[in-house]
């Protein structure tokens, strides 16, 4: 009788509750990236805002999608669920089903055609013309070179993603093609950054900035 009463007078905050997870399990969510993947894009300590309506809408609680809305485009910045990598990533998506991708000295080939790029300040960084947005990549020597790659054909329902630190990225130069139902939402801004190097204290330059 006691948890009968408890729960119902508790049953507002109950369902302000279950509704904040269903929204957050279909149409919004927040991710701490935890590496350098994707710098300069995006930095350890970034708490992202993730659009998870931005290609498909799924039952909550469930990968089950009810209908779908858009496709990832080339450019955008993507989570996913990886089953190869058995994590959760964050990668930009660079090849689409269907397109014939190739790396060059660290130059992407997009069906056949060489990708623009630009200098910047930093000897380390470029700016990336890639389709119509352009994003700044990282370019830091490794030991291992993860430079060049053959062309290969990205298949049906398949994507080709890599990180924006283009010599520091388990990516598909690792883990192979991602499935598009892998591909979660769409990362849209940074939230707020906490610097891991600084006591953890926030990155004011970095509130509510804008992914490109």
Known sequence: MKIAKSLKQNLSFLMVLLALFASRSS??????????????????????LVNKMAYRLE????????????????GDI?????????TRLVKRVIGLPG??????DNKLVVNGRMVSYQNTASSHVLIEQLAEKSHAVQLMPVAEPMDNFDAVRV??????????????????????????????????????????????LPRKTRFLKPLI
Do not use: C
């Open 59 to 74: 039952l909550p609680f469930t990968n089950m999608t009810v209908f779908d809305i858009d496709k990832p485009k080339r």
């Open 155 to 200: 298949p049906p329902g398949q994507f080709l993603l890599l990180g924006d630190n283009r010599n520091n990225s388990a990516d598909s130069r690792v883990f192979g093609f991602f499935s598009e139902h892998e591909i979660q939402g769409k990362a849209v801004r940074v939230l707020v950054s906490l610097d891991p190097d600084n006591s953890y």
């Open 78 to 86: 993507v989570t996913l669920n990886s089953s190869a990598a058995d």
């Open 99 to 104: 397109d014939m991708i190739a790396m060059r």
């Open 27 to 48: 149409l919004a969510d927040w991710y701490i990236v935890p590496t350098g993947s994707m710098q300069p894009t995006i930095v350890e300590g970034d708490r992202i």
